[in-house]
């Protein structure tokens, strides 16, 4: 990649927990991309996991891995991600977002919740680049957009984006043998579609979603981070599937490339 060119945004399905105790293809293709996208000065990420009005900014000087989940081996609690953060860029943030007409406040006391942590983790083992997260905020479609569009120029600064969702996330459908249903399929299909032929507008508008959609996704903290890294990566050129597959069946895991 050039110097001079700006990173692009990405958006990552993070999956389940216990993909850090995996070798699936997804963990191979989250190494791989880590290498093949030119090593950021630091990391702005939003996730499905942190919604919250104010707008909360990660400010602390080191940002503890936070397990927010249950149920999983015991091994998955002892991981750690020793991530440092940026109070610079944290403070330029919280500003950009207040000038984007957010209500936005550092918070020194969050870590990073496992939608942040855990992709990192198998992106930059090292914790060596610096992260500032970033809360989803709880209103419509136009605030997802306005808050990619807020932290598009910090591409220009080597910074990368991610949103960290879920291309398909429905726990109550999830199918531990292994298939995966037609109506996921489905959905996965006009998401590609959408996204590649750069119709952004039925990324955000509901009445534009497919009869798949709410089967897809019942609430959509897992979709959001999706609309924040296409609206941060330049929403009005097409984006890129780089990634696709599902894991427990029904657990989509595609992941998407913008502004490159």
């Known amino acids: 990649m050039d110097k001079n060119s700006p990173l692009p945004s990405l958006f990552l399905s993070h999956g389940a927990p216990d993909i850090l105790l995996s070798e699936n293809e997804a963990v191979g293709f989250l190494r791989n991309l880590a290498v093949r996208v030119a090593k950021p000065r630091a990391i702005v990420i939003v996730t499905a996991h942190w919604v919250a009005e104010p707008l909360g900014v990660t400010a602390a000087e080191q940002l503890p891995a936070i397990h927010d989940f249950g149920g999983f081996p015991d091994a998955l609690y002892a991981m750690r991600y ?15 977002l207040r000038s984007a007409g957010f209500a936005a406040e550092p918070d020194e006391r969050r870590g990073l919740d496992h939608g942040a942590w ?53 726990l109550r459908a999830l199918n531990r043998t292994g298939s995966t249903d037609d109506w996921a399929v489905q959905f996965e299909q006009w998401l590609r579609q959408a996204v590649e032929a750069n119709h952004f507008e039925r990324l955000v508008t509901p009445a534009a979603f497919p009869a798949t959609f709410r089967q897809a996704h019942p609430t959509t903290e897992h979709y959001a981070p999706l609309v924040v890294a296409w609206a941060a990566g330049d929403a009005s050129r097409p984006g890129r599937r780089v990634h696709h597959g599902f894991s427990y069946g029904n657990l989509g895991m595609s992941c998407y490339e913008f502004g490159s």
């Open 82 to 96: 020793p991530a440092r953060g940026d109070k610079r860029l944290a403070a330029d943030v919280v500003q950009r």
């Open 118 to 170: 855990i992709p990192l983790k198998i992106m930059y083992p090292e914790a060596d680049i610096p992260v500032v997260q970033v809360s989803l905020p709880a209103g419509p479609m136009e605030d997802l957009v306005r808050l990619g569009e807020a932290l598009e120029p910090l591409r220009q600064r080597e910074v990368l984006i991610i949103g960290s969702g879920g291309s398909v996330h429905n």
